[in-house]
């Protein structure tokens, strides 16, 4: 379960990322901003399969949670909250099935490290008895 967190947790997530596959091939690029004085991050993501996606994260003060809302140029659409799981930041939410499908949980670990981020995204189709790897991505400073 997520600790109660703060505006600054998700700190080690601000820069401009190249972003690697488990095999090393480049997954895209991605650039985190604050916003309105910390507290929220912007992300601009550009896929190398030509997918671009943003997503706005803030944290709510009353709740001591973080909150993420991605969309992307594929239609794509996902609210996720949490927070701190020691020292990664962990969000959830859960997807619509669609043609009369379940619905589908989906679950994101952003864990920092000395060389950068790792993100790990996975989903569950039953309802988090088991969860699948969506994508599991290296993030290193963008090189000049």
């Known amino acids: 379960m997520a600790e109660s967190g703060t505006p600054r947790d998700f700190d080690f ?4 990322w190249d972003v690697v596959g488990p095999q090393g091939n480049q997954a895209g690029t991605n650039s985190i901003t604050p916003l309105l004085d910390g507290g929220a991050l912007a992300e601009h993501w550009h896929g190398t399969g030509g997918v671009e996606g943003h997503s706005i994260n803030a944290y709510d003060t009353t709740t001591g949670r973080w909150h993420q809302t991605w969309v992307d140029s594929t239609g794509g659409f996902l609210l996720l909250e949490g927070g701190l799981v020691g020292a990664d930041m962990v969000l959830e939410g859960t997807v619509a099935g669609t ?4 619905p589908q949980r989906q679950r994101i670990t952003w864990t920092p490290g000395s060389d950068g981020v790792r993100q790990h995204w996975e989903s569950s189709d039953d309802d988090g ?3 699948q790897t969506a994508f599991d991505g290296r993030y290193r400073p ?3």
């Not at 997530?13 to 401009?16: H, R, S, V």
């Not at 043609?99 to 379940?102: F, K, L, P």
């Open 142 to 144: 963008r090189q000049a």
């Open 129 to 131: 008895a088991s969860w």
């Open 13 to 16: 997530w601000i820069g401009e």
């Open 99 to 102: 043609d009369g499908a379940a």
